[in-house]
């Protein structure tokens, strides 16, 4: 634990992949096997079951702190982790401890078979044995929340630098559906991988924006500079669901999402068409709520997501269906060097002989002969319920990650409201000793009503200067929120905006974020709520 | 008692009986300073009062401004109140005020720290009716490590990057942490060098007898290769300047209480933190508002919401005040005083 310990400081205290690369390097030649494979499914997402909840664990470290509940949340509010808090917040330990990261992984693990006060006094003890730095990464581990800044792409790196494997290789290895309890080092590094897991899903090639939130609006003339002829490529529908990968292999199915989650039971709906696709097939597109033929908001997915059960309800209320864009594995064939434009062929022809054609959709490909007209386009994509275009150069490999050059995505501008700031609350984490989170209000009559609260899009200097006015203005305070004299006038930008009888404004905004500081406005020359409802329709 | 020794009104903390403020926010008539940080020394009063430790710096950063100084342990008389200074330990000259009128006796700590840091007079707890308090880290999740401790991090971090060929950064504020980062270096490992507000800062310090170890300052024509495998000591504002940016292959680290939190090291882009602060921790103001055997406690900067309520549970009776101090302190919030010079 020690070495994973120092292992998770040492990466914190570089920003510069090189040394990351090189510290991980390092780390693993010189920790065990079991250790090696433990580290690599902590830091891909394979965390061990929780076996305490956390309002034990906070209890406990309370009565070790000697701190009343309300001093530990306001603790908390400042530190903004939960694993940290209490790392802080427990006395010095009277002992120390020689277990490597699996012994204690087993341990957590064994937990399960012991009642309340074994694991109380099992936990006191563990506490006990550890410095500040390994209790912190031991209760992220042991709150299941245990996350790292460091990319998959850089242990791939280290590990690659380590065994001579081919990158994309032991990517495409430490996807998929291991489990470090059966899984060894040796499989993983093994040159001949027998028996290939078949749930194992390809690393997605992500898309690179064509413009920053702070660029200005990219012209048609500045999109033929940046990527030449329209000719080369293929434009699509940017869609406003969840990435997918679905799987068909030796008669079973597999849904992945992006964020590398095995999702194959949350869209029971979609295995009607994956189970008649030809074996050996990987598809990668949108899984997307759809009615008719007409794809619904996010919202409507947003319903879902997160349900433990799926009722009739929320099935009949949130309809899905499979936008496929992309094929990566043809009849068990590896097929991701192709070219898009063959690939393109392949996903047709597949669509085509599907009989599920209510659930299993192809994603249009939008033709276009200037930018221009794409620009135009471009500014319907709401019409179209979709939030952009993605943009494919016809001749590209499906790329692992995000590789610059082949695969852009150019978004819809979002839409803008003036409103003044309302409320402000200090940061969480990163920005913990500063007033970063902000409510922003629109006029309704003589009266400011809160809109949105958002908190990412000012530079820090920005905001040191809205920390300064906040902590010199505050009217009044309710535990971490200050309400603020009204004074500051801030652009906000937001994706869509809904009706909602749960806000005092009567709408919801969708992802609202700061564009920038209105310094040239006063409170007076803010948006009106009226503005806002006529963007319902 | 028909008004309080001290209060807090729109200028500073005031002292209707003597006529004075401690450590005013807008300009008065008679001021009497806690210690030169830009919070609490403030331009544009008539008069000063400070420690004669904080004589120099204040001619430095307010100009020619009229000045008395006093010793610790002394005391003086203003309008019939008595006026002492005792030592802080927050920096060089810092003081906490004692005001005492008809047997009534308040202190204003101005900021303070209770380890010694071997540079500014070691902190003395001084009994009173009231005490006037800071929190900046009145929060339990801020414990300080021994010094020695921090400084054997900071040097061995140095150590390393002058191995690699490196140049070490380290920021902490001008007055007060800069002094005290260059007492912990290991000078074997290599040379100091300062950015121009810190070697002001110094040279300030020096006219007032305080002695620092050797170190260069950065000059517009330094040549950057030379501070290879040494130290740069430079004030936060300097981070991420192209000041900053012209050194060879920097390693650059943050010097602040801070630094306790992983999120807060990580919104400052250091490649290292190091947790050393100048102001009491969690137990250092628990231990020093016990030894001064107050009954009310009036907190300033920082966490003074729940460090209050913390303290009326203790039994204190104990009330934040609204200042504008730790707005432009050394670990409040980066400065403007800096940028100017
Ligand atoms: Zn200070
Ligand atoms: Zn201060």
Not at chain 1, 185 to 197: G, K, N, P
Not at chain 1, 346 to 359: C, L, M, P
Not at chain 2, 220 to 232: H, L, P, S, Y
Request: some cysteine; glycine content about 8%.
């Amino acid at each position: 634990m020690k070495d994973f310990a120092k292992l998770f400081s040492d990466l914190d205290e570089t920003n510069k992949t090189s040394e990351k690369v090189s510290i991980l390097k390092d780390y693993f030649m010189f920790v065990s096997d079991a250790d090696k494979i433990s580290t690599l499914a902590l830091f891909t997402g394979r965390k061990p079951k929780r076996q305490i909840n956390s309002t034990l664990i906070k209890t406990w470290a309370m009565e070790l702190a000697h701190i009343p509940v309300w001093l530990f949340e306001e603790s908390y509010q400042v530190v903004g982790d939960l694993g940290e808090t209490i790392a802080l917040l427990l006395p010095e330990p009277m002992g120390s401890q020689n277990k490597s990261l699996t012994d204690w992984i087993a341990e957590i693990n064994s937990l399960s078979t012991l009642g309340e006060s074994e694991k109380k006094a099992w936990l006191l003890d563990a506490w006990d044995s550890m410095d500040r730095q390994e209790r912190f990464v031991f209760n992220k581990i042991l709150t299941g929340s245990f996350r790292v800044g460091v990319s998959h792409s850089l242990i791939v790196k280290a590990l690659a630098e380590l065994s001579g494997l081919e990158a994309s290789v032991l990517t495409h290895r430490i996807m998929g559906n291991w489990d470090p309890a059966v899984f060894s080092f040796h499989d993983l590094m093994q040159e001949q991988d027998a028996s290939e897991d078949i749930s194992r899903p390809y690393p997605f090639c992500l898309a690179y924006p064509v413009q920053e939130t702070s660029d200005q609006v990219k012209s048609a003339e500045d999109m033929e500079t940046a990527l030449g002829s329209p000719d080369q490529w293929q434009a699509e529908w940017k869609w406003d669901g969840i990435r997918a990968q679905v799987i068909f292999r030796g008669g079973e199915i597999f849904i992945w999402s992006r964020g590398e989650d095995l999702v194959t039971d949350k869209f029971p709906e979609l295995h009607r068409f994956i189970s008649e696709l030809p074996d050996g097939t990987v598809l990668d597109g949108e899984a997307i709520c759809f009615s008719g033929n007409c794809p619904l908001p996010f919202n409507v997915l947003q319903t879902r997501i997160g349900r433990k059960n799926l009722t009739k309800k929320i099935m009949a209320d949130s309809p899905m269906a499979f936008i496929a864009y992309d094929c990566l594995e043809l009849e068990g064939d590896d097929i991701r060097s192709m070219p898009l434009r063959y690939r393109r062929s392949i996903v047709e022809r597949i669509h085509a002989e599907n009989a599920h054609q209510d659930i299993f959709k192809l994603s249009e490909v939008v033709s276009f002969n200037s930018w221009q007209e794409l620009y135009d386009l471009r500014l319907r994509a709401r019409e179209h319920v979709a939030e952009g275009f993605m943009l494919k150069r016809s001749e590209s490999v499906y790329q692992t990650g995000r590789k610059r050059g082949d695969w852009w995505k150019w978004k819809v501008d979002p839409l803008t409201v003036d409103a003044v700031m309302v409320y402000a609350q200090k940061g969480h984490g990163r920005r913990a000793d500063l007033y970063t989170d902000y409510t922003f209000a629109v006029w309704d009559g003589d009266k400011l009503v809160p809109v949105a609260k958002a908190y990412s899009g000012l530079t820090d200097k920005e905001i040191n200067q809205v920390d300064h006015y906040v902590k010199r203005n505050t009217l009044e305070k309710f535990g971490p929120v200050r309400t603020v004299k009204p004074g500051l006038v801030f652009e906000i930008g937001f994706e869509g905006i809904n009706a909602s009888s749960r806000h005092k404004s009567g709408v919801a905004l969708r992802f609202p974020r700061i564009l920038r500081w209105r310094h040239d406005k006063k409170i007076e020359e803010a948006d009106h709520i009226e503005a806002l409802k006529a963007m319902l329709a | 008692m028909a008004q309080a020794l001290l209060q807090f009104n729109d200028k500073g903390i005031y002292c209707a009986a003597g006529d004075f403020y401690i450590d005013p926010w807008k300009p008065v008539d008679r001021a009497v300073i806690t210690h030169a940080h830009s919070d609490h020394a403030r331009w544009g009063h008539k008069h000063y009062l400070a420690h004669h430790l904080s004589r120099e710096v204040m001619y430095y950063r307010l100009g020619d401004i009229s000045l008395e100084t006093m010793e610790y342990g002394e005391s003086t008389t203003i309008n019939g109140v008595q006026v002492s200074f005792y030592p802080a330990g927050h920096i060089v000259g810092s003081a906490q005020v004692r005001v005492e009128y008809k047997g009534e006796v308040w202190v204003a700590s101005g900021d303070y720290k209770l380890e010694d840091d071997g540079l500014s007079a070691p902190f003395e707890p001084v009994k009173c009716h009231t005490f006037i308090s800071e929190c900046t880290f009145g929060m339990p999740v801020y414990k300080w490590r021994p010094q020695a401790e921090i400084f054997s991090g900071i040097n061995d971090w140095w150590r390393l990057n002058a191995e690699e060929g490196r140049t070490t950064v380290i920021a902490g504020y001008s007055l007060g942490k800069a002094q005290r980062i260059m007492q912990g270096l290991d000078l074997s490992i290599g040379s100091i060098y300062l950015h121009g507000v810190i070697a002001n800062t110094n040279e300030a310090l020096e006219r007032n007898g305080i002695r620092l170890p050797p170190a260069e300052r950065i000059t517009a024509d330094f040549k950057r290769e030379q501070a290879r495998g040494g130290i740069v000591i430079c004030p936060p504002s300097a981070v991420g300047s192209p000041w900053m940016r012209k050194f060879p292959s920097v390693s650059f680290g943050y010097c602040s209480g801070w630094m306790a939190i992983r999120g807060a090291k990580r919104r400052r882009a250091a490649d290292r933190g190091f947790v050393l602060s100048d102001h009491a921790d969690w137990d250092g103001l628990i231990e020093a508002i016990g030894a001064t055997e107050c009954e009310s406690v009036c907190l300033t900067h920082g966490s003074t919401a729940s460090f209050s309520r913390y303290l009326r549970e203790l039994g204190y009776d104990a009330f934040e005040a609204e200042t504008h101090y730790g707005v432009e302190d050394d670990e409040a919030g980066e400065t403007k005083v800096e940028e100017a010079v």
